[in-house]
Nanobody, 122 residues
Framework: VQLQASGGGLVQPGGSLRLSCLVS????????IGWFRQAPGKEREGVSC????????YYEDSLKGRLTIYRDKAKNTVYLQMHNLEPEDTAIYYC????????????????WGQGTLVTVSS
């Protein structure tokens, strides 16, 4: 399984971005795609996750209301739409593939994309 994250960039506070995670390879082995982020000097933390089969979505509590995760099965792509971005959202965002179910634990994800940098600054 290969994952390719994209869509990061520089955005002003209050702005929006849409991240993409393209999944290729043995996609039948992927049952959930999760987005994590890692800010400088901090541990990787879960942001959101989606079940590929039924589209069930999960969000980190503190980020609910600002995120929407959805998938396009025809394009093998999962998107993370982020609104009202804050400087504290600055981080490298990674997408990971889980073989069984969504989880907030990075160790449950067997495959990772290379990450895409999101910088929120005026």
């Amino acid at each position: 399984v290969q994952l390719q994250a994209s869509g990061g960039g520089l955005v002003q506070p209050g702005g929006s971005l849409r991240l993409s995670c393209l999944v290729s390879g043995s996609t039948l082995d992927v049952h959930a795609i999760g987005w994590f982020r890692q800010a400088p000097g901090k541990e990787r933390e879960g942001v959101s996750c989606i079940s590929i089969s039924d589209g069930s979505a999960y969000y980190e509590d503190s980020l609910k209301g600002r995120l929407t995760i959805y998938r396009d099965k025809a394009k093998n792509t999962v998107y993370l739409q982020m609104h009202n971005l804050e400087p504290e959202d600055t981080a490298i965002y990674y997408c990971g593939a889980a073989p069984y179910y969504c989880s907030s634990f990075a160790s449950n994800y067997g495959f990772w994309g290379q990450g895409t940098l999101v910088t929120v600054s005026s």
